[in-house]
Nanobody, 122 residues
Framework: QVHLAESGGGLAQAGDSLRLSCVAS????????MAWFRRGPGKEREFVAV????????HYANSVKDRFTISRDNAQKMVYLQMNSLRSEDTAVYFC???????????????WGQGTQVTVSS
């Protein structure tokens, strides 16, 4: 099991950039596929981005491709989400999650952070 805590959310204007961070505590961080999900106002939680255990493979939702970048630092037990060219529709609570499966299906994710709010004004 891994405990996750997100930070870096806040208020931004359309076109701005933000970087979210997720710190993990617990053992075997390098055995986890890590991902970001988000829940917009009145919406279901949705997949944003995923990164493999080694960081060599990533996958993104179409809505954020070419704007967001996921990365990880296994030595520091950190996962990041660099968000560029933010849009009002990116407004959501962003969650960091861990899975033992190489997947972006949220049902495979066993450990979740509490989330960090990102609000983008147009």
């Amino acid at each position: 099991q891994v405990h996750l805590a997100e930070s870096g959310g806040g208020l931004a204007q359309a076109g701005d950039s933000l970087r979210l961070s997720c710190v993990a505590s617990g053992d075997h961080f390098t055995s986890y596929t890590m991902a970001w999900f988000r829940r917009g106002p009145g919406k279901e939680r949705e997949f944003v981005a995923v990164i493999s255990t080694s960081g060599t493979w990533t996958h993104y939702a179409n809505s954020v491709k070419d704007r967001f970048t996921i990365s990880r630092d296994n030595a520091q037990k950190m996962v990041y989400l660099q968000m560029n060219s933010l849009r009002s529709e990116d407004t959501a609570v962003y969650f960091c999650a861990a899975s033992h499966a190489r997947s972006w299906d949220e049902n495979t994710y066993t450990d979740w952070g509490q989330g960090t709010q990102v609000t983008v004004s147009s």
